[in-house]
T-cell receptor, first 117, second 112 residues
Framework: EAGVAQSPRYKIIEKRQSVAFWCNPISGHATLYWYQQILGQGPKLLIQFQNNGVVDDSQLPKDRFSAERLKGVDSTLKIQPAKLEDSAVYLC???????????????FGNGTRLTVT | GESVGLHLPTLSVQEGDNSIINCAYSNSASDYFIWYKQESGKGPQFIIDIRSNMDKRQGQRVTVLLNKTVKHLSLQIAATQPGDSAVYFCAEKRTGANNLFFGTGTRLTVIP
């Protein structure tokens, strides 16, 4: 099966600019996640979608980050305006079942590496 | 605070030897644990998982051990190969939560 697709692979912007990331999950996967991975750390959840509804966005900095999953398939994550501390890899993941259920692990894309200067 | 952590940030092993990567967790309400492998420039890749009602689970060349008494998780890789070089993360799912909490990771380097 095709994996989780993300674009772009790299993005360099100046602080206060805006940026958007795109994710196409594995076909048929109902649950989609966006994680932020700062260099040297493990991924941290930003937002979780079940189909096109938000399940958990408690860790999303809503003053600058937004995400949507139109039609329950593709998703975009936007940052506006970006700060220096937003430099990280943004990972998209999907799973077949709701939440992280046993035998339904998360499948990650290769991420978008964002550098904010 | 509660966290998922690892005992060692780096581990170097000779090719062919067995590797053991350790992970400590502090949340006794966690009911599911996963090991992920992350190679440079790639997203985390699922290796093996284990539920809290199990002590051991085996996969191809990998074994995960769970000791709930001391809240410790380990990943054993048999006959380590150069392709096993990567950062390994343990992650936990806490009861009632929908997502995973990741530790910092251990970098495994296999020496040919």
């Amino acid at each position: 099966e095709a994996g989780v697709a993300q674009s772009p692979r790299y993005k360099i912007i100046e602080k206060r600019q805006s940026v958007a990331f795109w994710c196409n999950p594995i076909s048929g996967h109902a649950t989609l996640y966006w994680y932020q991975q700062i260099l040297g750390q493990g991924p941290k959840l930003l937002i979780q979608f079940q189909n096109n509804g938000v399940v958990d966005d408690s860790q999303l900095p809503k003053d600058r980050f937004s995400a949507e999953r139109l039609k329950g398939v593709d998703s975009t994550l936007k940052i506006q305006p970006a700060k220096l501390e937003d430099s990280a890899v943004y990972l998209c993941a999907s799973s077949a079942m709701a939440g992280q259920a046993y035998n339904s692990p998360l499948h990650f894309g290769n991420g978008t590496r964002l550098t904010v200067t | 605070g509660e966290s998922v952590g690892l005992h060692l940030p780096t581990l170097s092993v000779q090719e062919g030897d067995n590797s053991i990567i350790n992970c400590a967790y502090s949340n006794s309400a966690s009911d599911y644990f996963i090991w992920y492998k992350q190679e440079s420039g790639k997203g985390p890749q699922f290796i093996i998982d284990i539920r809290s009602n199990m002590d051991k689970r085996q996969g191809q060349r990998v074994t995960v051990l769970l000791n709930k008494t001391v809240k410790h998780l380990s990943l054993q890789i048999a006959a380590t190969q150069p392709g096993d070089s990567a950062v390994y993360f343990c992650a936990e799912k806490r009861t009632g939560a929908n997502n995973l909490f990741f530790g910092t990771g251990t970098r495994l380097t296999v020496i040919p």
